[in-house]
């Protein structure tokens, strides 16, 4: 069936943009930059802020000032640990000689800096989620890192356009072709490059532009740093590099004949491809994720951001050069609704992020697909059916709040003060049904007891932990029935810490905490069978509830499935749901050590009721100690998770380093050896990565860096078995 619209064509203007916005659909870009941890995502953000005048001084990261890290406990930790929001204005300058697509015209760019670290992944799922484009920033010595891989997927399983920014062209060891055929290799983009850098490390002083076959160049450092990067000169190819800028311009334009038929034509009929046509052909390309331009410069050293902000409004899409979002009918999943990025339609919204400020309360950042809204509109949540009329609307710039009278379609902005929204929410106009998807977040994979250090602090501890669980879809919290603690759970040690650290200085909560629990899993390794009755008698009417059900392992990753196998109503219909509801309820506490079940098919065979005493509580009893009996037969494992871990330190420490992770049960999968740093990728049990950051420290003289992101699932060793079981049984 096709994709209905969210009104006819016929109604919607030719004029998609509203008479009142400042800035059309045309002129807008709403971006992202996402990279590795220590890849200088936050760094580049604030040059660009400082670029596009939105700042008038530079922070940095090291000194604990910079706009988009505004948390207390980003700037001590020099990381990014939310995704935060900002708006900026950029004009390209007409300079000699270099042709622009904009030039002159004035764009609104909106830009979430994301974190890098693996336990914030739930802040970049769910920015590129709302975002048209993004900007992925790649380290000039380390290359491709495993955070840089996780963070291109989760742009690929969006579908955002993208470009690449090699970063860190003046660090000792930069190598742009390295980092150009990891692109290509390791993440299987189709990247050309449409820069390439003058010198690398200590002689990086500017960028060729492939396409206008032009130089820009910047004075030495101490200059350079004091006119901020502002003072450069464009200039024609240094002799040295001219071949391979030409090169490099050549190959450029039969990848994107390859792709483009305008420009193919073209070059088919050997007739020379213009710089605009060439760009437009390769922002067309973009747009369709067929080809990935790559830059290259020193945010931290101030060249080459311009030519970077200047890509971005030449290459990344507005919202009207993307697909429509598409979502479902409520009441009809088969039916899919397109929404169009058209201020003349009906309002639609996703409410992508929740955050509690400390002046203005609870704010629900939301990306406008179609529509407009202004303050006292009323908007409908199809998941709560629930209407709440607006009462504030905000731009937001980091940490600081601008009040708005309607936002537009192509906009993300901030709502206050409304009630009963959760991350993935659809806001729209009460007369237009839709879901649009969410985002999809990862299950937590660490857990740790914790307990208020006095009385006063147990009951700020539940709203806190409450508040926090709403912000942070990959932060859970729980109470465990059989000790009575309070178990928060989350993707990393750090993670967990900074919860804590939060707890303390937003909400007062001091906390004692236990050492963190492993999520682990039990799977089964044979199939079987089992029955399971439930049989009360009581002086009048009983309980009776009988059957029989097969269990059988699925491959690794497979989650668990229910089916009704039930033939000759040997069990009423209206008693099937009850049974899957037991089991579903006994699949959250294995028989091993009580972890939840994963990788199961469970079937649903036969039975028995009775006309009188059957109900759906006894059918319910009896599903549980079908699937239980079953699960005693089927020969039951327990699995721990195992972290893909990327070590980087100099050679001389390679012995002693590799040496620790063989004690942590570690196993090595490669190791290379380049410009005298040793980079070895393993797998490791999660269980033996705790306080591993303090460990390579000493061992290597704080020299060494590693980052770990989880990979799956195995089998728990039997020697380790002996002490979780032990550990279970406490």
């Not at 350079?224 to 590099?241: A, C, F, R, S």
């Amino acid at each position: 069936m096709p994709p209905a619209t969210a009104t006819e064509p016929s109604s919607v203007a030719m004029n998609p943009n509203d008479p009142k916005r400042l800035f059309t659909l045309e002129r807008t870009r709403n971006i992202g930059i996402a990279a590795h941890i220590d890849a200088g995502k936050t760094t580049t953000t604030e040059r660009i802020l400082f670029y596009t005048g939105l700042i008038h001084k530079i922070g940095d990261v090291d000194d604990g000032n910079t706009v988009t890290d505004w948390m207390e406990q980003e700037r001590e930790r020099g990381i990014t640990i939310t995704s935060a929001a900002t708006t900026c204005f950029w004009t390209q300058k007409s300079e000699p000689g270099i042709d622009k697509l904009h030039s002159g015209i004035k764009h609104r760019v909106n830009i979430i800096d994301t974190p890098g670290h693996v336990d914030f992944t739930a802040e970049v799922e769910r920015s590129l989620r709302v975002l048209d484009g993004a900007v992925a920033v790649f380290c000039g010595v380390a290359g491709v890192q495993p955070q840089s891989e996780t963070v291109w997927r989760q742009a690929t399983k969006y579908s955002v356009p993208r470009i690449a920014f090699v970063n860190k062209m003046d660090r000792m060891g930069a190598n742009f072709e390295k980092a150009l055929n990891d692109l290509r290799t390791k993440l299987r983009a189709n990247a050309w490059p449409v820069m390439l850098p003058i010198g690398q490390a200590e002689t990086f002083r500017g960028v060729v532009d492939v396409i206008n076959q032009k130089a820009y160049v910047w004075p030495d450092d101490e200059e350079n740093e004091k006119n901020n990067g502002m003072v450069y000169q464009i200039t024609d190819v240094p002799v040295e590099l001219g071949a391979a800028a030409k090169k490099a311009r050549q190959d450029l334009v039969e990848a994107v004949a390859d792709k483009d038929e305008e420009v193919g034509n073209l070059f088919l009929e050997d007739k020379p491809v213009s710089n605009i046509l060439l760009k437009q052909a390769i922002r067309r390309l973009v747009c369709k994720l067929q080809i990935v331009p790559v830059l290259c410069g020193s945010a931290f050293k101030k060249r080459a951001v311009q030519n970077l902000v200047d890509a971005v409004v030449d290459f990344l899409p507005s919202p009207l050069e993307i697909p429509p979002a598409v979502g479902q009918d409520p009441d009809n999943e088969e039916q899919k609704i397109e929404v169009p990025a058209n201020d003349h339609e009906k309002f639609c919204s996703l409410a992508f992020k929740l955050w509690t400020d400390a002046y203005v309360g609870k704010l629900v950042f939301f990306r406008v697909y179609s529509g407009k809204l202004s303050k006292s509109d009323t908007i409908y949540n199809p998941r709560t059916n629930k209407r709440e009329r607006v009462s504030r609307l905000m731009m937001i710039q980091a940490d600081k709040r601008e009040e708005v009278d309607a936002v537009y379609s192509g906009d993300i902005a901030a709502l206050v003060g409304v009630k009963n929204i959760i991350t993935g929410d659809t806001l729209c106009d009460e007369d237009l049904s839709i879901l649009l998807e969410p985002p999809s977040f990862p299950e937590p994979v660490i857990s740790m007891a914790v307990e208020p250090k006095t009385k006063a602090d147990r009951e700020k501890m539940g709203e806190a932990l409450q508040r926090l669980a709403e912000e942070d879809p990959t932060f859970r919290m729980k109470t465990d029935e059989e000790t009575g603690q309070m178990i928060i759970q989350g993707m990393g040690e750090l993670h967990l810490e900074i919860i804590r650290d939060r707890m303390l200085r937003e909400f007062k909560v001091e906390t004692n905490a236990g050492k963190p629990q492993i999520a682990y899993r039990e799977t089964l390794t044979k199939p079987a069978e089992g029955e399971g009755k439930f049989i009360r008698q009581s002086g009048g009417r009983g309980q009776y509830g009988h059957c029989i059900v097969s269990v059988e392992p699925l491959e690794k990753g497979g989650g668990h499935v229910i089916e009704n196998k039930v033939v000759g109503g040997n069990i009423p219909r209206e008693y099937i749901p009850a049974i899957k509801d037991g089991i579903e309820e006994a699949l959250t506490g294995g028989i091993v050590a009580g972890y939840p079940v994963v990788d199961v098919k469970v079937e649903i065979l036969d039975g028995t009721y009775h006309e009188v005493d059957s109900n759906e509580l006894a059918f319910k009893m009896a599903g549980i100690f079908a699937f239980k009996e079953a699960m005693r037969k089927a020969s039951c494992i327990i699995l721990e998770p195992i972290m893909k871990v990327e070590l980087r330190a100099p050679e001389e420490y390679q012995g002693d380093l590799i040496g620790d992770l063989n004690r942590r049960r570690g196993r090595i999968m490669n190791i290379e050896n380049a410009d005298g740093l040793c980079v070895a990728h393993a797998e490791v049990p999660l269980e033996e990565m705790f306080g591993y950051a303090t460990d390579i420290r000493s061992l290597s003289k704080g020299r060494a860096d590693y980052s770990m992101e989880p990979s799956h699932f195995e089998r728990v060793p039997e020697q380790i078995l002996a002490k979780i079981l032990e550990t279970a049984k406490k």
